[in-house]
C-alpha cells in the first residue's frame, strides 16, 4: 500500500511504457499485467470497441475514410470468424439441429399455420466490435471453463447424476444438497425456450423485445450473444447521438493535459482499483450456487478469475482519452501507450467470447436465461455505439462558458480532471463506487431469478 492508500503504488512501483507498445509492473502490480500476450509479442490491450485502432469514435480529423473502410473490414472479418466459430461448435450444431426439428414438428401439428420451415435467423446488425481483433483460436482464455463434454458423462466435481451435457428436463435423480434445473418457469424465459414467443418490451426492457420474439434458447449461437446482443445503448452507458459534434481540443476540453507524462503519473495512481470489489449478484445467489456446484457457480467463478485480470481494461474502455495522430507522432509515450490500450482491449474482447461460449450450455439447460447478462455482477466492454470518450476538463470548461463569471476552476493534471468525471458521471466506474444507481437494480424481474424457488427444488 502506497502512501495514497490502497491501491496507490509507493513510488518505486513504476508501470513502464516500452517502446514495443507492451508494459511491465512489479509482480504485485495491478491486474493488467497478468494478461497473456497476443499474437506478435505485445502485452494484451486494446482501443474501444469499434474504434479500429482510432484515437476517437467516428471520424478522426485526420484519414477519417480510410479508417472508417477499416473498421469495416474489421467488422465483416469478425462476423466471418464468428460464423465459422459457429459452424465448427458441435454445441451450436445441434442446438440448430435440434431448433429445425422442433420448427417442423410445430408445422406438421399446424398444417393450416405459417410456421417457419426453419428456426428463426439470428438477426444480423451491424456489429457492435464488442470483441475487436479476437484470433481464430479456440481455447480457452483465463478465467474460461472448459466446454461441457459430451451427453452422458460429467466433468470433474460435477454432480453424476446431472451431467452438463444432458439435455434439458433429463437432469437425473438429485444428489443431496443439489440443485436442479429449471430454477424458473419456463414460461418466463427470455427469450422463449423450446420456440419463439411473443414478447412485449415491457416484458424485455432493456433488450428489445422485436429482437428475442423471433429467438429461441434452444437455437442460440455465440454470435447470438457476442454481436447480436450486446448491451442496448444509453441502457448502461450513454449512447452516441449521430451528427453530434466533438468538442474541439483546446476549446472544448483541455488536450493539453493529454500527455505521455501525465498518463504515465495516471496509471501509476491504478484508479481501476475502484472495480476491484464485485458487485453482489442480483439474479442468483452466489453461495448457494458455488456449494452446490453448479454450471452457473462454475461460469461466476471463472468470471471473477477474468474480471480481476481486466479491471484496467475495463475501467480504461470508459475512460477512453481522445489521442489525435498528431498528438502521437510529437509523444514517444502517447504512441506506445495508444498501441498497448488497443491490445488491452482486444485480449479483454477475446476471452469474454469464451465466458459467452460456455454460458450456451447452461442456458439450455435452464440454469439461467439471457437476463443473466444484466445483473450488475458483470461488468461490460462498450461499444461503437456508445459514447464514453472521456474529455478533460470539458465539464468546467463548459460550465465557464455557460455562466462565465463563476470562474469554475479547470483541472490541471489528468487526475484532477479524473476527479471531475467520476463525480459527475457515475457509470465511467461501472456503478461499483455506487452500486444502488445500477439500472438493472430497476427491473424487478431480475430479483433472484435464477434462484429456486421456495419449495420446487426435491427434498435432499
Known sequence: QGPGGPGVPTPQEVIEIHDDGAESEPDHAGPGADQVPPAGGHTGSGTPPGSGGSPEY??????????????????????????EEDESDPEALAALARSRSEARRRQSASPRSKAPSSPPATPRRRSSSADSGRSRSSTP????IPRSPPAGSSPPGSSAGS??????????????????????????????????RNLTQAETDPWPANLLSQWQITALILSSLSRDLVIPSGWLFPGHVRGT????????????LITGANIQVLINSRPWTVLANPA??????????????????????????YEDLQLWTYWETTHYLPITRPQRAADTLLEQYHAARRH????????????????????????????????????????????????????SRAANAGNPAQHQGEPNDLLEALVEADTHHHWRNHYRDRPQDHPARRIGRLVAKCNPATGSQPPP
Open 141 to 144: 482464455g483465463p478465467g474460461s
Open 245 to 256: 459534434r466533438k468538442p474541439v481540443p483546446g476549446v472544448g476540453y483541455r488536450d493539453d
Open 280 to 305: 453482489t449478484p442480483l439474479t442468483f445467489d452466489l453461495a448457494l450456487h458455488r456449494g452446490a456446484q453448479t454450471r452457473l457457480g462454475r461460469i461466476a467463478d471463472a468470471y471473477l478469475a
Open 58 to 83: 467516428g471520424s478522426p480529423p485526420n484519414g477519417g475514410n480510410a479508417e472508417e473502410e477499416e473498421e469495416e473490414e474489421e467488422e465483416e472479418e469478425e462476423e466471418e470468424e464468428e460464423e
Open 344 to 395: 488491452r482491449r482486444i485480449a479483454a474482447g477475446e476471452r469474454w467470447r469464451h465466458l459467452l461460449r460456455d454460458m450456451l450450455p447452461m442456458f439450455r439447460e435452464q440454469w439461467a436465461d439471457v437476463d443473466l447478462l444484466l445483473d450488475p455482477f458483470f461488468l461490460h466492454l462498450p461499444t461503437i455505439q456508445d459514447e464514453i470518450t472521456w474529455y478533460p476538463g470539458i465539464i
Open 163 to 196: 451431467p452438463p451435457g444432458s439435455p434439458p428436463g433429463s437432469p437425473g435423480p438429485p444428489q443431496a444438497g443439489a440443485l436442479v434445473p429449471p430454477l424458473f418457469p419456463i414460461a418466463t424465459s427470455i427469450p422463449g425456450f423450446n420456440a419463439p
